[in-house]
């Protein structure tokens, strides 16, 4: 198994945050079951709506604090999480292209073949055709993404299931559990709900829930956008926008939380609880009106900043501690592997969350999908983030229908954040400095860092 680290790497800094080390494999026997759940475009600040969840996976397990998607836009992060690579490194570099991915790497398919019963319910890839069966597991109930009567692939028949999804996905993750207890395999499931994705419909007894009064953030609405790229200076969305937006999420994640609940519930009466390691992320964040902007996709914080929590009181991780070291998707499948005990096939960009090591930055990336429309359009990024800063650059690049990378690579437009005296991202400060004032703020050695990570 070969690790490539990022862009610097990882470096063993001694500054692991209550994790008691786990054991580089499990034997058959104690292998232990592995519940991953995955939502959609659900940003840092939602425990409100998700109160049952961080009860129990954060504050009886590990709560990462400082946790990231290195691709904040659907499929490239769900194929980060599958695969453990960052998305130049797998290919799915945007919404129209999961085909790309090498599912024999996938971290579903290697349980598979390692004697895994696996599992997928609810959404998997953007592009991903509802009538094709996804590879890598036994049993799935693969949802056409929507919220009510939705349209699912049911183990090869495409049909129209009644009800709302995140609670018929839900049933069907607890059909799924019960199994095993005629069937002795550790399992494998994945649940996906469209939760907090648009239009964010509630189901009908959340309908009018009220939510926690929320007066924005000092990014909400930012009064100066002249430091910024033109797609940001030219953005619209209002404090009301995004006080809409976080309401219509927290309704849908109510759900949800009602869905992890019943997994729990189901855990502890068949007492698999201690032995299930379960893992819970988002695919991206998303902006409520942070510099006008509503979604994700753009380089700042609350779009690849994500709630991530992690349980599995049989490996040591069941007692509640916070890890406050720079963590990401791509360090899931690294973690599930030796979990499981499996060699993964392939390179691995991330390394599993039991052991030590730290890195001192992430890489994120984001690419424009097919030519640009104008000059305003928002370019190709990348972007260095450490606790302290972030550093990131516009490209001259684009996906190509084949979603292959071309352009010139030129470099159009940057942006560099003290994140420590500017965590809210209001400005920039390389709008308007001189090369003696970059040179002091180390922009040269980030932007050689930034080129090796995407190198990498």
């Excluded at 995004?242 to 219509?248: A, F, P, T, Y």
């Excluded at 159009?412 to 002091?440: C, S």
Aim: proline share 6%; glycine share 8%.
């Amino acid at each position: 198994m070969v690790h490539r680290g990022l862009g610097g790497g990882r470096r063993g800094r001694g500054r692991d945050r209550g994790f008691p080390g786990a054991a580089a494999g499990q034997s058959a026997a104690s292998r232990p079951n592995i519940l991953l759940i995955i939502t959609d475009d659900q940003p840092k600040q939602t425990q409100w709506a998700t109160s049952k969840t961080f009860d129990w996976i954060a504050r009886q397990g590990v709560r990462f604090s400082n946790g990231h998607v290195t691709t904040p836009l659907c499929a490239p992060s769900r194929a980060s999480i599958f695969s453990g690579r960052y998305a130049h490194n797998h290919g799915v570099r945007d919404n129209g292209h999961a085909a790309n991915l090498n599912q024999s790497t996938t971290v579903q398919r290697q349980l598979q073949l390692n004697g895994y019963r696996t599992g997928l319910f609810g959404k998997y890839l953007n592009s991903w055709a509802v009538a094709n069966n996804p590879p890598g597991f036994d049993t799935w109930a693969l949802l056409q993404p929507s919220f009510v009567d939705g349209t699912y692939n049911d183990q090869g028949t495409v049909k129209t299931i009644s009800g709302y999804t995140t609670t018929v996905l839900k049933n069907r993750v607890l059909n799924f559990i019960d199994r095993s207890t005629s069937d002795t395999r550790p399992w494998f499931a994945i649940y996906t709900p469209y939760a907090s994705h648009e239009p964010n419909t509630p189901e009908a007894k959340y309908a009018d829930t009220a939510v926690p009064v929320w007066d924005g953030r000092p990014s909400v609405p930012e009064a100066d956008r002249a430091d910024k790229p033109a797609y940001v200076r030219n953005a619209t969305n209002t404090l009301a926008d995004g006080k809409l937006q976080r309401q219509k999420q927290f309704r849908s994640l109510l759900s949800v939380d009602d869905a992890v609940q019943a997994f729990k519930d189901k855990l502890t009466a068949l007492g698999q609880l201690d032995n299930t390691l379960v893992i819970y992320i988002p695919d991206n964040g998303y902006y409520w009106a942070d510099h006008g902007l509503l979604g994700k996709a753009a380089p700042y914080r609350q779009a690849h900043e994500v709630p991530f929590y992690l349980s599995w009181p049989a490996g040591g991780y069941g007692a509640g501690a916070v890890d406050d070291r720079i963590v990401a998707n791509i360090d899931i499948a690294p973690t599930i592997f030796q979990a499981a005990g499996i060699a993964p096939t392939g390179t691995q960009d991330g390394v599993s969350l039991f052991g030590p090591a730290t890195r001192d930055h992430v890489l994120t990336e984001w690419w424009h999908q097919g030519p640009y429309a104008n000059a305003q359009a928002k370019r190709t990024w990348a972007s260095y983030v450490s606790e302290t800063e972030q550093y990131v650059e516009y490209y001259d690049l684009w996906t190509d229908s084949a979603g292959k990378q071309v352009g010139t690579g030129q470099v159009v437009f940057r942006e560099y954040y003290d994140l420590v005296n500017d965590p809210f991202q209001l400005t920039n400060k390389l709008h308007g400095a001189t090369p003696a004032q970059e040179q002091a703020w180390g922009i040269p050695a980030l932007a050689t860092k930034l080129a090796a990570a995407r190198a990498s």
